[in-house]
């Protein structure tokens, strides 16, 4: 896990080191263990190639980076891992390949020197890289099939820059003061999107997609076009029973965790309760009966939705060493405008500042690796299980009274109704004019009041929700096809991103069994009512895979609700410097600083619902601010 910097620039500036050092120094803890660039000639200009490396594999510093290959043709920076390296070098090997380190990133190379970007399917793992190829003149980029690693860039005449993280592409600009993307920001105050396409808050500054790859001459200097490497595949290929499919969850994810265990450093695994992060820490014990296994956990001081009788249940169950964390109210208030501007870009939910502490718990018991269930809801039909979509794939398929059973079904379950059933159909199969139209009547206008809709207008800004367009080809497959969507588009690049800043920020590599391509390419190919069974069940063939594994009263279990902190109390313990920083909202041109003050008055005397939308203006201002963007 490290951090990656460079570009290429017609004209070398006479700053060029400074500016490496400074980019570098920004990514320091994405990589505390070894940092260096390497810098050449390229395509009639300069090529700078820069790397922070935190050792995982291989600890030598013969796997230091930038790695050349030993005919001195290709260069590469990468960050991330490769799980199934040895399986990579081992068929290399026979090839005819030599290797002179223990690491991934010397298979990697290897492998686009061998394949190019066919190898790319080939990799399990997560990763963002960055090679040259000398004879060639060309530059080349990817990012692993989810967006777990990120990588961003920006493209002119006179250059090309890229970096892991935003400010270090910054510090290689070195100009004014950057520009604000407004339909960006538009998109996330009032929708609350973000991550979920190629534009970054900052103009000019863009975000290589998840799936996607690049590669382009330093000779010709074409635009940059992004190229879809691995998209997820909704068809039904699977013909397994459930029992059989069941089987086979169990053997891919065993497989998963097995692979992820590679490591020359301690390792550990976040712990909520749930089912995702159970499952995981119930598969390494199963895998690995000596393993000193380290346990992380996130507890919130006096909610009565703290998880914490179920991560005593897991460690008990598995013999773990458990390490909590307890957080209140005054420890968010110190913390908040760090953790607001290490994410770089703002997010959706207080509940990125638990994992905040748990990644710092992790670094504070000198565990480096920890493995976690992130992306299982996406790959698994989770949280309320797409009932909507579920429902309409039924329509489709000419099951209307199984439409009528599964909504009631579904309802039984804690936190749902059968009215939210029938809604959430609702909105997936409304047509687009009456789906914008109920959104309006529902509340959810386009241009709310605290809002200057015409300043947006003249800027261009295009207000409306951006709606996931239904494929005539997923008829029937509907859950499938929102799982599909929420993997590389809406969601969970997101949660990614925020899990990568927050990870990082302590210098953790955190890995997430649940993302492989294997694994979604099974799971995608299986009857919808495996994933969602006809009862409401979420992630049901995932609970039949478990069996065994982990205890029953866990996979059992009807009361889990998603992850949640208490928001609400949270910013209103710190109300007083919650309102100073909104304030701050009458530098930003769009807003009406004047309404959203009323409405936060409104909040805290009780008068008004503490929403989120309430804390997407605290995010977004005091990230504005901090940035100090136009």
């Known amino acids: ?57 291989d600890l030598s510093t013969l796997a230091n980076q930038p790695m050349s290959s030993r005919c001195g043709r290709y260069w590469l920076v990468f960050n991330g891992e490769i799980y199934n390296y040895r399986e990579l070098r081992r068929e290399l090997s026979k090839s005819g390949d030599v290797f002179t380190t223990q690491s991934d990133t010397e298979v990697l190379l290897a492998a686009w020197m061998r394949w190019k970007e066919d190898c790319l399917p080939r990799l399990e793992g997560m990763f963002a890289f960055v090679v040259y190829d000398t004879r060639e003149q060309t530059l080349s980029a990817a990012r692993d099939g989810f967006g777990i690693k990120p990588l961003y860039y920006s493209q002119q005449n006179d250059r090309l820059l ?20 407004w339909q960006r920001c538009y998109d996330y105050l009032v929708h609350g999107d973000y991550d979920n396409t190629a534009q970054t808050f900052i103009e000019d500054v863009l975000s290589l997609r998840p799936g996607h790859w690049f590669s382009i001459s330093l000779l010709t200097r074409e635009r940059i076009i992004q ?129 905040y502490r748990v990644y710092k718990l992790a670094r504070e018991n ?26 309409l794939s039924m329509l489709e398929q000419g099951n209307v009274l199984g439409v009528q ?75 499938i096809e929102s799982m599909a969507y929420s993997l590389q588009q809406r969601f969970l690049p997101g949660y990614l991103r925020e899990g990568d800043r927050n990870s990082m920020q302590f210098s953790v590599e955190s890995r997430l069994p649940f993302l492989t391509l294997p694994m979604a390419d099974l799971l995608l190919s299986l009857p919808e009512d495996y994933l969602i069974s006809p009862r409401g069940e979420t992630k049901s063939v995932f609970r039949a895979a478990m069996r065994g594994i982990m205890p029953d009263e866990v996979l059992d279990r009807r009361d889990k609700i998603g992850f949640e902190t208490p928001e609400d109390r949270w910013l209103g313990g710190m109300a007083p410097t919650v309102r100073q920083w909104l304030r701050h909202g009458e530098n930003i041109p769009f807003l009406d600083h004047d309404v959203i003050l009323r409405h936060f008055d409104a909040v805290m005397a009780g008068r008004a619902r503490c929403t989120n939308q309430l804390w997407r203006w605290v995010n977004f201002i005091k990230w504005h601010e901090l940035t100090g963007v136009q």
Not at 231 to 249: G, I, K, M, N, W
Request: hydrophobic share 40%.
């Open 405 to 479: 059973h599964f909504a009631y079904r579904w309802s039984r379950w804690p936190g749902r109704s059968y009215g939210r059933a029938w809604q959430y159909l609702a909105a997936a199969a409304l047509p687009e004019a009456l789906f914008q139209l109920a959104r309006r009547y529902s509340g959810r206008s386009g241009a709310p009041a605290w809002l200057k809709a015409d300043v947006l207008r003249e800027a261009n800004v295009e207000m409306h929700y951006l709606r996931h367009a239904r494929k005539p080809e997923a008829r029937g497959r509907r859950v």
């Open 227 to 355: 190229k879809q490497w691995w998209r997820p595949d909704t068809r039904q290929h699977s013909t397994l029973s459930f029992e059989d499919a069941a089987e086979a969850v169990r053997e891919q994810f065993l497989r998963n965790v097995q692979l992820h265990l590679r490591s020359d450093v301690p390792l550990g695994a976040t712990l909520s309760g749930g089912i995702d992060s159970s499952a995981i820490v119930c598969a390494m014990r199963h895998l690995e009966p000596d393993l000193p296994l380290h346990t992380f956990s996130f507890v919130a001081a006096n909610d009565p939705r703290s998880e914490e009788t179920w991560v005593d249940r897991i460690n008990a169950h598995v013999g773990a060493i458990p390490h909590k964390v307890v957080a209140d109210g005054n420890d968010l208030a110190n913390d908040l405008e760090h953790l607001i501007g290490l994410q770089g870009e703002p997010f959706m939910s207080t509940s990125v500042y638990a994992q």
């Open 162 to 181: 890229f970096a892991s993280e935003i400010q270090a592409l910054l510090e290689l600009r070195h100009e004014q003061r950057p520009m604000a993307n």
């Open 366 to 391: 000198g565990v480096t690796v920890t493995l976690e269930g992130q992306g299982a809801d996406e790959m698994l039909a989770g949280y309320a299980g797409f009932p909507g979509q579920r429902m």
């Open 1 to 57: 896990m490290c951090g990656i910097t460079g570009g290429w620039w017609s004209a070398t500036p006479l700053d060029l080191e400074r500016r490496l050092a400074a980019s570098l120094h920004t990514l320091r803890l994405r990589g505390p263990n070894d940092s260096g660039f390497h810098c050449m000639g390229a395509g009639s200009g300069r090529l700078a190639l820069g790397h922070t490396r935190l050792s995982i594999i």
